[in-house]
């Protein structure tokens, strides 16, 4: 298996130092639900629009390394036609410190790094980084999450698998992650 990822060493480079390490015992058993929401501007075959987009996901650990997700991109675009909205989910099962294909072109790698788990996700053209920072309460857990989309140096526009109906290509021309929300369930 092949893992190419240019912007992989800034990604870990920029990671600060944690208050308390995670390891993967305290999160046995664990579903990370996450929410990130987004704006920008996008093109596919048809043009380019104003729009944005919502992922929701549930990231399942264990037993030992494994990690499980359930990542769902749900997205609009305000077009001359009209809003047009779309969704698309996409599973995929790995193990934390082992990169992996995924059922689109790319790779994504999930790591442990202090007190965050971080996942490094290689598209087509550019990436994401999700960021998923913990903290233990006398309840657990308790996480926060950023996911901002990466630009591919030189390389152009981010590219992946559109969610809009008809599927295709989208290239993300701009996207700034207006919100985003995080909680910790154990099964």
Same mark, same amino acid.
């Given at each position: /298996?092949?893992?190419?990822?240019?912007?992989? +060493?800034?990604?870990?480079?920029?990671?600060? #130092?944690?208050?308390?390490?995670?390891?993967?015992?305290? &999160? %046995?058993?664990?579903?990370?639900?996450?929410?990130?929401?987004? +704006? =920008?501007?996008?093109?596919?075959?048809?043009? !380019?629009?104003?729009?944005?987009?919502?992922?929701?996901?549930?990231?399942?650990?264990?037993?030992?390394?494994?990690?499980?997700?359930?990542?769902?991109?749900?997205?609009? #675009?305000?077009?001359?036609? =009209?809003?047009?909205?779309?969704? &698309?989910?996409?599973?995929?099962?790995?193990? *934390?410190?082992?990169?992996?294909?995924?059922?689109?072109?790319?790779? +994504?790698?999930?790591? *442990? !790094?202090?007190?965050?788990? *971080?996942?490094?996700? +290689?598209?087509?053209?550019?990436?994401?980084? /999700?960021?998923?920072?913990?903290?233990?309460?006398?309840?657990?857990?308790?996480?926060? $999450?950023?996911?901002?989309?990466?630009?591919? $140096?030189?390389?152009?526009?981010?590219?992946?698998?559109?969610?809009? #109906? =008809?599927?295709?290509?989208?290239?993300?021309?701009? #996207?700034? %992650?207006?919100?985003?929300?995080?909680? $910790?369930?154990?099964?």
């Amino acid at each position: /298996m092949r893992f190419v990822c240019g912007f992989c +060493v800034l990604a870990l480079w920029s990671v600060p #130092a944690a208050a308390e390490d995670i390891t993967i015992d305290d &999160l %046995q058993g664990v579903t990370i639900h996450t929410t990130n929401t987004y +704006v =920008g501007r996008f093109r596919n075959d048809l043009g !380019e629009a104003p729009g944005g987009f919502t992922t929701h996901g549930a990231i399942k650990i264990g037993p030992g390394a494994a990690i499980n997700t359930k990542i769902t991109r749900n997205t609009w #675009a305000d077009t001359p036609r =009209g809003r047009k909205t779309g969704s &698309l989910t996409r599973t995929g099962k790995g193990e *934390i410190g082992k990169p992996r294909e995924t059922s689109s072109p790319g790779s +994504v790698l999930w790591m *442990i !790094e202090g007190d965050t788990l *971080i996942s490094l996700r +290689v598209y087509e053209v550019g990436g994401s980084t /999700m960021r998923i920072k913990f903290a233990k309460s006398g309840d657990g857990l308790t996480c926060t $999450v950023d996911a901002p989309v990466m630009r591919e $140096v030189g390389a152009g526009a981010t590219t992946d698998t559109s969610a809009m #109906a =008809g599927g295709g290509k989208v290239k993300v021309l701009s #996207a700034k %992650q207006t919100a985003s929300n995080c909680r $910790v369930t154990r099964d």
